[in-house]
Structures are given as structure tokens and as C-alpha cells.
């Protein structure tokens, strides 16, 4: 079974810093793609970031240039490093992997970052 547990959210002021944790535990392969996602209240879940098995990133336009993910593949976790952070980044942070025969997602209960102005 796939766990994912997502730690580092919390209260920043706007051009603050955070970082995300996401361990990840169970048949999670290093060819898997890992990233985050976003929902802000009454907002759709957005995508953030991933990152696939040969670590090349990607980001949505909102975030690219302030967020950095990166991937300890030995330990199936992922960062993701917020700097510069505004108001309209403060959401709940899911962290998400697709993986197995099928092609199953895989969601964290998520962490909220909240940035105030």
C-alpha cells in the first residue's frame, strides 16, 4: 500500500520562505513520477510541480521561477523549496504519485500553507 505524508506547512508572511516534505512509503519505483498539487478553498485542486524518475522538474507558470522541487530517490521523498510567496500561493498542499499496473493515483491528506500580506 502507497502512503504519502506531507510535512513544513505552515504561516509565512508574503516574500517568505517555506519547504514541503513529502516521504513517501510502500511500492513506490524511482521511474515514478512525484509531485504537488494545490487547493485553494473554493478552487479546484491545481497542479504545482513534479518531478519523473530521471529528476526533470516541472511547474506550472504561476509558480515557476519561486518553487523548486527536488527528489531523494533513495528515500522515495520530495521537496519543494517556496520562496518569494504570495498571498494567492496559500492553499492546501497535496502531495501526489501515480504508480503500479494500473496507473493509480496517490494523495497525501495534505499540508496548508497559509501566507498572509
Known amino acids: 500500500q502507497v502512503q504519502l505524508v506531507e510535512s513544513g506547512g505552515g504561516l509565512v508572511q508574503a516574500g517568505g520562505s517555506l519547504r514541503l516534505s513529502c516521504e513517501g512509503t510502500?511500492?513506490?519505483?524511482?521511474?515514478?513520477?512525484m509531485g504537488w498539487y494545490r487547493q485553494a478553498p473554493g478552487n479546484q485542486r491545481e497542479f504545482v510541480a513534479d518531478i519523473d524518475g530521471g529528476t526533470k522538474p516541472n511547474y506550472a507558470s504561476s509558480v515557476k521561477d519561486r518553487f523548486t522541487i527536488s527528489r531523494d530517490k533513495g528515500k522515495n521523498t520530495i521537496y519543494l523549496q517556496m520562496n518569494s510567496l504570495k498571498p494567492e500561493d496559500t492553499a492546501v498542499y497535496y502531495c501526489h504519485t501515480r504508480t503500479g499496473p494500473a496507473n493509480r493515483d496517490y494523495w497525501g491528506k495534505g499540508t496548508l500553507v497559509t501566507v498572509s500580506s
Open positions: 510502500g511500492r513506490i519505483f524511482t521511474w515514478d513520477p
